[in-house]
């Protein structure tokens, strides 16, 4: 039976959450001994202090290598481009708005809807050629016009004063959560498709230098490809690469039994011009990774979407390779291989997380940054590998002795969890570790996982026996 001071804890709360506009209470819930609590099968925290808990995984403000901070602005002094900031500025504005082409059965679904429209508010005598070009003046006029990106030179260095700086901060977190979590991963092999600039290549020898063998940078720009090898070479065409063993081509490599360790797309699926390109490309990625695979892009609606459906395509699991057939299964950030429930939810959101950096000191780009980013690393293997600890998808909200914290939960669920200081941090909840609870979420962050579990899988403490 519940004691009276639970009973006054939850009808305050109940109140709270009904003055909370509709979907907001509904979504609501509090992380209660007997709804979740602390993961405390193990010894997760051995001697550490709680600022260290192992769920914790945020980088501080990441700053580049200083070699290559060095060669992008010795490249942009070497060849003056006319209005760089403005055209930096225009150019991640455009990266930013970026929706996902229309697919060619939409397309034909709209101008059949809107050719019956125009037949039937005009006369009879509309002649086949006149209402052919009404149709495509219509579909041009309300229809998103996706156009791919052709990278020249200058347009390179463009992107590489827009893009390189940040696009290391979103790889080096997911590199960090890779090594954080399996520190005894040491790869020798990866391979970048979508290489651009290289800064790929640059985050993994940051994070696993010492074990690096070799890097292949894949890129249909040849620009982007020359770009990349001078930034390794110190901003000059012959000198000595800052990075060993790194390997150029425009093309993937055919053969089916070459894997690599680790494979990665970093914010170049949604440079692919239809949903049938993507899954080919996902399925080729897929089959070239023993280990994992990184894809990131944009922390928009569209990258988030694009990312799930690259996720969705892997966990199917319809193509088996000849050469690899073990399974695939999430390994970050999603706790689950179930739908993912902001795209289920009545108003869909993107899953994204932000890495702080310390951008390339250019004239307009001086201060600290933050890159928003969505992504999904896909391993080889069995769920049971992988830690199931919630995900906290937002940043934390902290207030006096209690903190919200918003989490994607391992039944598939969001959950509004609101922890305090009496509730989870008394010593009377000693049995179940709760003041850890309270104390891990206290310094935990966007992107972090919380030390949680399910009341499925944790007895109920005598207090919260009916």
């Known amino acids: 039976m519940a004691t009276r001071r639970e009973l006054r804890f939850v009808l305050t709360l109940g109140r709270w959450c009904r003055s909370l506009p509709g979907p907001r209470a509904r979504a609501f819930a509090a992380v209660v001994p007997g709804v979740t609590q602390v993961d405390n099968t193990s010894d997760f925290l051995g001697k550490k202090p709680h600022r260290q808990h192992p769920g914790i995984l945020h980088l501080p403000h990441v700053r580049l290598p200083r070699a290559l901070v060095d060669a992008a602005q010795l490249l942009l002094l070497e060849r003056a481009v006319p209005s760089l900031e403005k055209q930096v500025q225009a150019l991640t504005n455009h990266l930013w708005s970026r929706h996902l082409p229309v697919e060619p059965e939409e397309l ?67 590199f960090h959560e890779i090594q954080a979590r399996i520190p005894e991963f040491q790869p020798q092999t990866i391979m970048d498709f979508g290489s651009g600039t290289g800064s790929v290549t640059w985050a993994a020898h940051s994070t696993w230098g010492q074990s690096l063998r070799e890097y292949m940078c894949v890129d249909s720009s040849t620009a982007m490809l020359g770009l990349a090898e001078k930034l390794l070479k110190g901003g000059s065409e012959s000198g000595k690469p800052y990075v060993p063993g790194v390997f150029f081509r425009q093309f993937l490599p055919v053969s089916p039994k070459v894997q690599f360790d680790v494979v990665v797309s970093a914010f170049a699926l949604s440079e692919l011009p239809s949903r049938a390109d993507r899954a080919e490309v996902v399925q080729t990625l897929w089959r070239k990774t023993s280990h994992f695979l990184v894809l990131l892009e944009n922390g928009t609606k569209a990258g988030h979407r694009l990312l799930m459906d690259a996720r969705n395509l892997v966990l199917q699991g319809k193509e088996k390779s000849p050469v690899d ?27 994204s997380f932000s890495q702080a950096y310390h951008p390339i000191p250019f004239s307009w780009n001086k201060k600290p940054k933050e890159e928003t980013f969505s992504v999904v690393i896909l391993a080889r293997g069995s769920p049971e590998e992988a830690n199931r600890w919630p995900r906290i998808t937002q940043p934390i909200l902290k207030r006096p002795r209690h903190v919200h914290c918003h989490l994607c939960c391992p039944d598939g669920h969001m959950q509004h969890a609101v922890i305090t200081a009496r509730r989870h941090g008394s010593q009377s909840m000693a049995r179940t570790c709760s003041s850890d609870l309270y104390r891990c979420a206290r310094v935990s962050s966007w992107g972090d996982l919380l030390p949680v579990i399910t009341p499925s899988e944790f007895p109920l403490s005598p207090a919260e026996d009916p």
């Open 108 to 174: 034909r679904k709209r101008a059949a809807q809107l050719e019956k429209k125009i037949i039937e508010n005009s006369d009879s005598t509309l002649t086949e050629e006149k209402l052919c070009g009404a149709v495509l003046h219509a579909l041009r006029r309300t229809t998103y016009h996706w156009q791919k990106l052709s990278y020249n030179e200058e347009l390179s260095l463009i992107y590489m004063a827009a893009r390189l700086d940040g696009g290391f901060a979103a790889v080096s977190r997911a």
């Open 325 to 351: 057939p073990r399974p695939g299964f999430v390994f970050a950030p999603c706790p689950h291989e179930l739908p993912c429930p902001q795209l289920t939810a009545s108003k869909p959101l993107a899953c």
